[in-house]
């Protein structure tokens, strides 16, 4: 069964640091890509951009370039979101996904991050 | 960059047709897929590549997709049906998601 599992909700302050996590299992990691999907309190689905986890290539949507940063572990098939310094704006529920075909056919549960002072 | 426009919200009766758009120019030449979101819940693939139905997926869910608008049609539609629709393409090294459209089931 393939399954994408991520970190629990977060609540950090703004300047913060934070890294969340989605492990793969159920599946051949390396081979279909991870997306990270953002989704603020009571609107739609953002893409902020993908990783191939098999080299690490990583392209991101105009809109969160600069702003985040994705990574991958295929070694513990993990892929990872992370901000150096976090906002209240970034107050959102985060998503991993798993692109097949261009199309995303698993999604992870989802991860809260809470950014307040 | 590409835009994707679906209507915010749509209404149909128990057991009739509901039929989201989404709207985009040119959008008969990509693939669509769309995705089901209930409250509280992760999305969910309920047609791929225009008009295929993963497993699990009722056959009650259709897609098509011709010219500037691609369409998902729920037949005979039921209170589990309620929920956000959104669609999506790929554009340019993009994931491309429309705003969302709330299904009420009347």
């Known amino acids: 069964e393939v399954q994408l599992v991520q970190s629990g909700a977060e609540v950090k302050k703004p300047g913060e640091s934070l890294r969340i996590s989605c492990k793969g299992s159920?599946?051949?990691?390396?081979?279909?890509?991870i997306s990270w999907v953002r989704q603020m309190p009571g609107k739609g689905l953002e893409w902020m951009g993908r990783?191939?986890?098999?080299?690490?290539?990583?392209n991101y949507s105009p809109s969160f370039q600069g702003h985040v940063t994705i990574s991958a572990d295929k070694s513990i098939s993990t892929a990872y979101l992370q901000w150096s310094s976090l906002k209240a704006s970034d107050t959102a529920m985060y998503y991993c996904?798993?692109?097949?075909?261009?199309?995303?056919?698993?999604w992870g549960q989802g991860t809260l991050v809470t950014v307040s002072s | 960059s590409y835009e994707l426009t679906q209507p915010l919200s749509v209404s149909v009766a128990l057991g009739q047709t509901a039929r989201i758009t989404c709207g985009g120019n040119?959008?008969?030449?990509?693939?669509v897929h769309w995705y089901q979101q209930k409250p509280g819940q992760a999305p969910v693939l309920v047609i791929y590549r225009d008009s295929n139905r993963p497993s699990g997926i009722p056959e009650r869910f259709s897609g098509s997709n011709s010219g500037n608008t691609a369409t998902l049609t729920i037949s005979r539609a039921q209170a589990g049906d309620e929920a956000d629709y959104y669609c999506?393409?790929?554009?340019?090294?993009?994931?491309?998601f429309g705003g969302g459209t709330k299904l009420t089931v009347l």
């Open positions: 040119n959008i008969g030449s990509k693939n």
């Open positions: 999506q393409v790929w554009d340019s090294s993009n994931v491309v």
């Open positions: 159920g599946y051949s990691f390396t081979s279909y890509w």
């Open positions: 990783i191939d986890p098999s080299d690490s290539y990583t």
């Open positions: 996904a798993r692109l097949q075909q261009l199309a995303i056919d698993y």
